[in-house]
C-alpha cells in the first residue's frame, strides 16, 4: 500500500505522517511531496492507494492536481482526500466537481482524519 | 476600520490556540502602535481587499513561535528553521481560513499569508490609518495582533 | 384419449380397408383376368383345335368313308376335357344317322362312291346356339359358368373340294359342335387363385404392416407427440417438449409447437413476476401508506415517481407529485425562489453524476439540511432531507429522499432555549436584585403598573391617533426598561402590545372591538406578571432585612442606566464608559423626562458611538465617553446627553432627506438638516432595530419636551461628537 501526502509545509506533512503512523500504517507505505508537479512525478512513479492533498499550493495547487490526476486512466478511481482551511460550500462544490473523493477542513484532529481516510485503507488492506 | 472585520480574525485566533494547540489566550485592549514598522521575531502577514482593504499581521517572539510551532507538530523545535516557519504559516492559514467564515457577508477577499522573520521587510499598510495591536497573552508566550484597514469610501 | 385411439383406430382402419380392398380387388381381377386370359386361350386353342377337327374331318369326309369319320369323332370324344363331340346336320340330326347324305352323294355322283356303312344312333340337337351359326354362318361360342363348359359350335361348309360330292346347293352342310368342359381351367385358376390370394394377401399385409409402421414413424407418432404435448400443455404443465428427430415438417411443427409452449411458459412466468411485482408494489404501497415518515423517490430522469408516502402529501399539503422534479415539488415559486432551485439542482445534479466523492461529503453541502419551506396555506415548516442512492447493479436507478419535519423539533428548541435563558435571566434578576437592592426595580414597577392601567382605562380611546401614539410610546419605553432589567416576558409582552399599538397607529388595524379585548388581554397578562415581579420584589426586601437606606430617584435612575448601557454596548460590541454629571441632587420632573434620557443615551449608544476599532483608527481612546448632565440656568432645568461618537453627518443627513422626501431640494442650512431628525417617519438606519425602535424617533422625545413646555437643541461636530441639549423651565407650570 501506497499514501501520497501532498503539502507545501513540512510542518502539516509531518503531522499527517504522524497521524498515519500512529495508526499503525507502516513507515515504507508513506510517500511526500511538497507541490503539485513533485507528487505529479511520484504517482507516475509509483503505484499510490490514496492520495492526501494540501488545497493551498505553490506551483501547482491542489484542485488542478486532482484534475490532472483523474484525467489519468489509473488513477480516476483513486480516494483523493483535500485538506483544507476553507470549507464553505462553493469550495466544497468545485472540490466534488474535481473529482475529490472526500474533505477535511484544517484545523484537524488526528482522529478526525484518520476516520475519513480509513474506509479507503480497508479496500486497499 | 471596523470591529466587524477584525473580530473574525481575533476570534478565529482564539479559537485556534484553545482548539488546536489548547492553549489558553486572553486578549489585552487595542491601542494604536507608534511604530507600525515594529516587528517581533517571526511575523505572517495576511492581505485583505474588498470593500475593506489592509492587513493583518500576527507577530510572535522567536520562543513563542517555537513552544508554539513545537506544540503544534509534537517535535521539539530549537532554532527558526524553514519548518518552524512553515508552521507559523500553516497556523495563519487555518486562522485566515476560520476568519473567511465570519466574513462571508462582506465583499472581501483574504490573501495567502506570507511568513517573514525580523524587522528587514516593510509592510505595506494602508495610508491614512492608524496600525492598531491587539495584544495576547498565553501559555506558549504573548504574541499580538496588528491590524490596520481602510474601507472604501 | 379418445382423440388418439380414434387416429390410430382410422388410420388402421382405413389402412386395412384400403388394403383388404385393394388386395381383394387384385385378387378378383388377376383371377378373373387369368381365368379369362386362360378361357381365352382355350379357346383359341380350341379354335385351332376345330380348325385340326375340321381339315381332318374334311379330309376323313373327302374320303367318304363315315365310319373312319365315326371312329375318329369317338376317338376325339375319348380325348379328355371332350364332354361332347358331334357332328349335326343342318336340320339338326346327328350325322351319319342315316343314309340321306350318301344317298344323295351317291345320286350326285352318280355313282356308288360310297358303299352304306353302319349308322349312328340319331340325336337332335337344339340348342340356340345351332340356329346362330346357321343363320350367321360363323363359329359360335357359348361359355356356360354354371356347368363350367364351353360348347364351340362351327359350320362345316361345303367347300370347293366338298362341293364336287356334295354339290352346291348347300353352303353350310353341317354343324361341328364341340362340349369341353372347362372345370379344368377352373380348378387350375382355383390353383391358382390360392396361391396368388396368398400371394397378395402377405403382399398386402406386409405392405399394410410397412405403410402402417411407415406412417406411425413419420407421421402418427409424432402427430401424438406433439398432441399429448399440448395436452400436458393444456393442463398447465408448460415444462413439456416435443421431442422429435425428425427435420421434416412434423419436425419443424414440432419445434413450432415447443416455441408456442415456451412462449406460453414465458408469458406465465412473466404475469407470475407481475403478479410478484404487483404484490410487492401493492405492500410498498401499504407501507408508503403508513410509515410516520416524508419518503420519495426519484427516477432516472430525476423526477418523483408515484411511490411517494402519504405523509408527504401531508407534510407539504399537496398532492399529486408524481412527474415533478424535486425543485419544482420544493420551491413552486420559480421566480422568488430561483437560487434555492438552482442550488438544489447543483446538488442533485451532483447526486446523479459524480462517481468519485464519499457520500458525506456531497451531503456536506446538502441544502436541504434544516431548510425553511412555504407550504399550502403560507405556514412555513422546518425540514431535514436525507438523500439515498440506490443502484441497480452497478448503475443509479433512483434516489431516495426522507423528509424529516423538523418544525415542531426546532420550535420545541426554540422554546427549552427560551425557557432555559428565562431561568438564567431569573437568577441574574435575582442576583442583580440581591446585589442592587430592590429599589431599581420598584422605580419600573411604578412606571410599569402606571402605563398599564393608564392604557387599560382607555381603551375607548383607541379610535383617537394621539392617544395611539402616545400609549405606543408609554409601552415602548416600559418595554425598553424591561429589556435591560432582564424581564423577558415582560418584554415580550410589551413587544406585542407595542405591535398591536403600531397596527392602530399605522391604520393597518381599526380599534374595533376585537382589537380592544385583544389589548385588554395582553395588560391582563402584564399587570399578572408585574404582579409577580412585585411579589418577587417583597420576598427579597424581607430576606434583604431591607438594610439599605431608600436611594434617591436620581441614583436609582443612575443605576439603572449604568446596567442597560453596558448591556447594550456588549450587544454592540462595543466600549463605552457612562458617566453622571449632575449639579442638582434631586431632579425636578425626572419621572417624566426619563424616557427622553433613555432614547437619547441608546440613540448615542445605537448611531453616535463607533467600535473600538473605529475609534483608534480616528485616534480617539477606544473606550467612548457618554455623559449625563444635569444643570441648573435660570429657571430652567438644562439635560444634556454628550458623546463623543462620529457626530452627525450632515451632509449623509441631508441626502437622506432629499432621498426621502423630508427636504425640498435645494441647499439647507445645519438647523434645518438637524431640525428634520425631530420630524416622525426619520430613521437614521435603513433597518430599525429594536433598539432604538420602530417608528419611536427622536420625535416621540420632542413632543415629550414640548408637553413640558420645553426646548431641544443639538450641539454637533463631525467626527468629534454630539450633545442632546433639553431645557425644560421650572416653575408653577411644572405638573
Known amino acids: 500500500m501506497k499514501i501520497l501526502i501532498v503539502d507545501d509545509s513540512e510542518v502539516m506533512r509531518r503531522i499527517h505522517r504522524n497521524t498515519l503512523l500512529e495508526q499503525r500504517i507502516p513507515e515504507d507505505a508513506l510517500l511526500e511531496a511538497s507541490d503539485g508537479v513533485e507528487a505529479m512525478k511520484l504517482a507516475i512513479a509509483e503505484e499510490i492507494d490514496l492520495f492526501l492533498v494540501d488545497w493551498n499550493m505553490p506551483n501547482l ?10 484525467d489519468m486512466g489509473n488513477y480516476a478511481k483513486t480516494p483523493i482526500i483535500m485538506i483544507t482551511s476553507e470549507a464553505a460550500k462553493y469550495n466544497v462544490v468545485e472540490a466534488i466537481n474535481a473529482g475529490v473523493t472526500n474533505y477535511v477542513v484544517k484545523p484537524i484532529r488526528g482522529t478526525i482524519l484518520w476516520d475519513k481516510i480509513a474506509p479507503y485503507l480497508k479496500d486497499v488492506g | 476600520m471596523k470591529a466587524k472585520y477584525v473580530n473574525p480574525f481575533l476570534n478565529a485566533t482564539m479559537g485556534l490556540f484553545k482548539d488546536f494547540l489548547g492553549l489558553d489566550v486572553t486578549p489585552g485592549k487595542p491601542f494604536v502602535v507608534d511604530d507600525p514598522q515594529d516587528l517581533s ?11 475593506t482593504t489592509g492587513a493583518l499581521v500576527l507577530s510572535f517572539s522567536r520562543d513563542t513561535a517555537l513552544r508554539v510551532v513545537s506544540r503544534l507538530s509534537g517535535k521539539d523545535y530549537l532554532a527558526l528553521g524553514s519548518e518552524v516557519l512553515d508552521g507559523v504559516g500553516e497556523l495563519v492559514n487555518i486562522i485566515a481560513g476560520n476568519a473567511k467564515k ?10 495567502l499569508p506570507g511568513v517573514i522573520t525580523g524587522n528587514s521587510y516593510r509592510i ?4 491614512g490609518v492608524p496600525v492598531i495591536s491587539i495584544p495576547f497573552a498565553s501559555d506558549a508566550g504573548d504574541f499580538r495582533v496588528n491590524v490596520s484597514l481602510k474601507e472604501l469610501a | 384419449m379418445k382423440t388418439t385411439r380414434s387416429i390410430r383406430f382410422r388410420i388402421v382402419f382405413g389402412l386395412a380397408l384400403i388394403m383388404v380392398l385393394s388386395v381383394g380387388l387384385s385378387i378378383y381381377l388377376t383371377t378373373v383376368n387369368q381365368r379369362d386370359n386362360l378361357l381365352d386361350a382355350s379357346q383359341r386353342t380350341l379354335a385351332i383345335n376345330n380348325e385340326m377337327l375340321n381339315a381332318t374331318i374334311r379330309n376323313i369326309m373327302l374320303s367318304g368313308e363315315a365310319p373312319i369319320a365315326n371312329q375318329t369323332i369317338d376317338d376325339f370324344r375319348a380325348i379328355t376335357g371332350f364332354l361332347e363331340f358331334e357332328v349335326y346336320r343342318t336340320d339338326g340330326t ?24 353302319p349308322r349312328q344312333e340319331r340325336r337332335i340337337l337344339e340348342s340356340e346356339g345351332f340356329e346362330r351359326v346357321l343363320r350367321h354362318k360363323s363359329p359360335v361360342i357359348i361359355r356356360n359358368e354354371d356347368t363350367r363348359e364351353m360348347e364351340y359350335l362351327f359350320p362345316i361348309l361345303n367347300y370347293a373340294d366338298c362341293r364336287a360330292c356334295h354339290g352346291t346347293e348347300q353352303f353350310v352342310r353341317g354343324v361341328s359342335h364341340f362340349r369341353i368342359s372347362l372345370g379344368g381351367i377352373y380348378e387350375q385358376v382355383n390353383r391358382a387363385g390360392t396361391l396368388r390370394t396368398v400371394y397378395f394377401v402377405s403382399v398386402g399385409l406386409v405392405l399394410f404392416a410397412w405403410i402402417l409402421l411407415l406412417m406411425r414413424r413419420t407421421v402418427v407418432r409424432p402427430v401424438l407427440k406433439i398432441g399429448e404435448a399440448v395436452n400436458v400443455a393444456a393442463t398447465g404443465d408448460l415444462d413439456v417438449r416435443v421431442e422429435l428427430d425428425s427435420d421434416d415438417e412434423l419436425g419443424m411443427l414440432g419445434d413450432q409447437v415447443n416455441h408456442m409452449i415456451s412462449g406460453l411458459r414465458e408469458r406465465r412466468d412473466l404475469e407470475l413476476r407481475n403478479r410478484v411485482v404487483e404484490t410487492r408494489l401493492q405492500e410498498n404501497r401499504k407501507y408508503l401508506d403508513n410509515i410516520k415518515e416524508g419518503l420519495l423517490l426519484l427516477d432516472r430522469d430525476r423526477r418523483i415517481s408515484d411511490q411517494y408516502s402519504v405523509f408527504l402529501t401531508r407534510l407539504f399539503h399537496r398532492e399529486g407529485i408524481a412527474g415533478l422534479t424535486l425543485p419544482e415539488f420544493l420551491y413552486p415559486d420559480a421566480e422568488r425562489d430561483a437560487d434555492r432551485r438552482r442550488e438544489l439542482e447543483t446538488f442533485l445534479e451532483m447526486l446523479y453524476t459524480n462517481t468519485t466523492a464519499a457520500m458525506d461529503m456531497i451531503l456536506s453541502i446538502n441544502p436541504l439540511d434544516e431548510a425553511e419551506l412555504s407550504v399550502g396555506s403560507g405556514e412555513t415548516i422546518v425540514i431535514r432531507a436525507d438523500f439515498l442512492r440506490i443502484y441497480d447493479r452497478d448503475e443509479l436507478a433512483n434516489v431516495m429522499v426522507i423528509f424529516e419535519d423538523l418544525t415542531d423539533i426546532n420550535r420545541t428548541r426554540h422554546e427549552l432555549e427560551e425557557q432555559r435563558s428565562r431561568r438564567e435571566a431569573e437568577l441574574e434578576q435575582i442576583a442583580t436584585v440581591l446585589k442592587a437592592g430592590p429599589q431599581v426595580f420598584e422605580g419600573f414597577l411604578d412606571e410599569a403598573e402606571l402605563a398599564f392601567s393608564e392604557l387599560g382605562t382607555h381603551l375607548a380611546d383607541l379610535g383617537r391617533p394621539d392617544y395611539v401614539a402616545r400609549a405606543f410610546r408609554s409601552i415602548h419605553s416600559v418595554k425598553g426598561t424591561a429589556r435591560y432589567l432582564d424581564f423577558p416576558r415582560v418584554e415580550e409582552l410589551c413587544q406585542d402590545l407595542e405591535e398591536l ?18 389589548a385588554a388581554d395582553i395588560i391582563r397578562r402584564l399587570d399578572a406578571e408585574v404582579a409577580a415581579v412585585r411579589r418577587l420584589i417583597d420576598r427579597f426586601r424581607d430576606f434583604a432585612g431591607g438594610g439599605r437606606l431608600p436611594a434617591s430617584p436620581l441614583e436609582v435612575f443612575t443605576d439603572r442606566l449604568t446596567g442597560m448601557v453596558r448591556d447594550i454596548a456588549a450587544d454592540l460590541e462595543k466600549s463605552v464608559d457612562f458617566a453622571l454629571e449632575s449639579d442638582l441632587a434631586d431632579i425636578p420632573r425626572l419621572a417624566e423626562l426619563q424616557p427622553s ?30 455623559v449625563l448632565r444635569f444643570r441648573k440656568a435660570d429657571r430652567q432645568l438644562v439635560v444634556e446627553v454628550e458623546d463623543d461618537g462620529r457626530g452627525l453627518d450632515l451632509e449623509a443627513l441631508e441626502k437622506r432627506g432629499l432621498e426621502t422626501g423630508l427636504l425640498k431640494p435645494g441647499n439647507h442650512l445645519p438647523s434645518q438638516i438637524v431640525n428634520m431628525l425631530f420630524r416622525p417617519g426619520f430613521s437614521a438606519r435603513q433597518e430599525a432595530n ?19 413646555k420645553g426646548q431641544i437643541n443639538v450641539r454637533t461636530a463631525a467626527g468629534k461628537g454630539s450633545a442632546f441639549v433639553l431645557q425644560i423651565p421650572l416653575g408653577e407650570d411644572s405638573e
Open chain 3, 597 to 626: 434620557i433613555v432614547h437619547l443615551i441608546r440613540n448615542a449608544l445605537d448611531h453616535g458611538i463607533e467600535d473600538e476599532y473605529e475609534r483608534l483608527a480616528a485616534g480617539k481612546d477606544s473606550a467612548a465617553r457618554l
Open chain 2, 102 to 111: 465570519d466574513l462571508l457577508d462582506f465583499r472581501i477577499v483574504i490573501s
Open chain 2, 41 to 51: 521575531d517571526v511575523s505572517a502577514l495576511i492581505g485583505l481587499a474588498g470593500e
Open chain 2, 124 to 127: 505595506n499598510w494602508p495610508r
Open chain 3, 690 to 708: 429594536d433598539i432604538s425602535g420602530r417608528g419611536v424617533g427622536l420625535d416621540a422625545v420632542k413632543e415629550d419636551v414640548r408637553a413640558m
Open chain 3, 501 to 518: 399599538l403600531a397596527e392602530i397607529r399605522d391604520g393597518r388595524r381599526l380599534p374595533d372591538d376585537a382589537v380592544e379585548s385583544a
Open chain 1, 61 to 70: 495547487d491542489g484542485l488542478s492536481f486532482v484534475k490532472k490526476l483523474r
Open chain 3, 94 to 117: 346327328t350325322a351319319f344317322n342315316d343314309y340321306r347324305t350318301l344317298d344323295f352323294v351317291n345320286e350326285f355322283q352318280d355313282r356308288v362312291m360310297f358303299d352304306p356303312t
